[in-house]
């Protein structure tokens, strides 16, 4: 098995660990030297793994004493992908802040009037999937890659689509968990997108990456309970 699957299968097997012993927050995960125990992997590859979980928040170290459990992932995520997945899905997120954030800067300053329509549109269409009680994840692509098509670049676009499988599974929980919470999350959510909107349209890139990266962490924290 590749280092890379044994990191992921750490990641999903101390997300298990998390779940099933019902681990609180502050709650001190097993030693490096007990995980590699219980995955039967070497402790190189549990120390991966972890620093991936502190990266996506769901864990930190504390010198001296170990890692402790800072968030746990929503329990309705497993119906959205296997648990081996998340570590590939949420680490698209690192890509997703460099990546989306400067496109919506690009868009800011390089979009048409046609692309600005497209982009309002799009908003509009999101906007009444929220409202509704129905699903909302293709509305959600939909304004996501207007604002990349607006880069004029077209490696932009050909490096979003790319992530694709992540980018949707991580759209489809994010609402449906969402859902599950009191109004003010969907709230929330809405606007998130109305600020990237906004920035796009009276041109202010640098705006614009802000409210991008500030959706995308509100969205990476929203998977947690």
Same mark, same amino acid.
């Given at each position: 098995?590749?280092?890379?699957?044994?990191?992921?299968?750490?990641?999903?097997?101390?997300?298990?660990?998390?779940?099933?012993?019902?681990?609180?927050?502050?709650?001190?995960?097993?030693?490096?030297?007990?995980?590699?125990?219980?995955?039967?992997?070497?402790?190189?590859?549990?120390?991966?793994?972890?620093?991936?979980?502190?990266?996506?928040?769901?864990?930190?170290?504390?010198?001296?004493?170990?890692?402790?459990?800072?968030?746990?992932?929503?329990?309705?995520?497993?119906?959205?992908?296997?648990?081996?997945? =998340?570590?590939?899905?949420?680490?698209?997120? !690192?890509?997703?802040? #460099?990546?989306?954030?400067? &496109? %919506?800067? $690009? @868009?800011?300053?390089?979009?048409?009037?046609?692309?600005?329509?497209?982009?309002?549109?799009?908003?509009?269409?999101?906007?009444?999937?929220?409202?509704?009680?129905?699903?909302?994840?293709?509305?959600?692509?939909?304004?996501?890659?207007?604002?990349?098509?607006?880069?004029?670049?077209?490696?932009?676009?050909?490096?979003?689509?790319?992530?694709?499988?992540?980018?949707?599974?991580?759209?489809?929980?994010?609402?449906?968990?969402?859902?599950?919470?009191?109004?003010?999350?969907?709230?929330?959510? =809405?606007?998130?997108?109305?600020?990237?909107? !906004?920035?796009?349209? #009276?041109?202010?890139?640098? &705006? %614009?990456? $802000? @409210?991008?990266?500030?959706?995308?962490?509100?969205?990476?924290?929203?998977?947690?309970?």
């Amino acid at each position: 098995m590749q280092e890379g699957r044994l990191a992921d299968r750490a990641y999903a097997g101390i997300i298990e660990i998390i779940n099933t012993e019902d681990l609180e927050i502050g709650n001190r995960l097993p030693s490096e030297a007990r995980l590699a125990e219980i995955f039967g992997i070497s402790r190189t590859m549990v120390r991966e793994a972890l620093v991936r979980l502190a990266s996506d928040g769901i864990t930190e170290a504390r010198r001296g004493a170990g890692s402790f459990v800072k968030r746990r992932p929503s329990m309705r995520l497993g119906s959205h992908m296997q648990m081996m997945d =998340l570590s590939a899905t949420m680490g698209s997120y !690192e890509v997703r802040f #460099v990546l989306e954030a400067e &496109a %919506a800067r $690009l @868009a800011a300053m390089r979009r048409s009037v046609e692309q600005m329509s497209a982009i309002q549109r799009a908003m509009d269409n999101l906007r009444a999937a929220l409202i509704s009680t129905g699903p909302a994840h293709l509305e959600d692509m939909l304004l996501h890659r207007a604002i990349v098509l607006a880069t004029a670049n077209p490696v932009f676009l050909s490096c979003f689509d790319h992530m694709h499988e992540e980018v949707d599974r991580i759209m489809r929980a994010g609402v449906d968990i969402s859902r599950s919470r009191p109004p003010e999350a969907i709230g929330a959510m =809405l606007n998130e997108h109305e600020m990237i909107v !906004e920035a796009i349209k #009276v041109q202010d890139g640098d &705006a %614009a990456a $802000l @409210a991008m990266r500030w959706h995308l962490s509100q969205g990476r924290k929203r998977l947690m309970p």
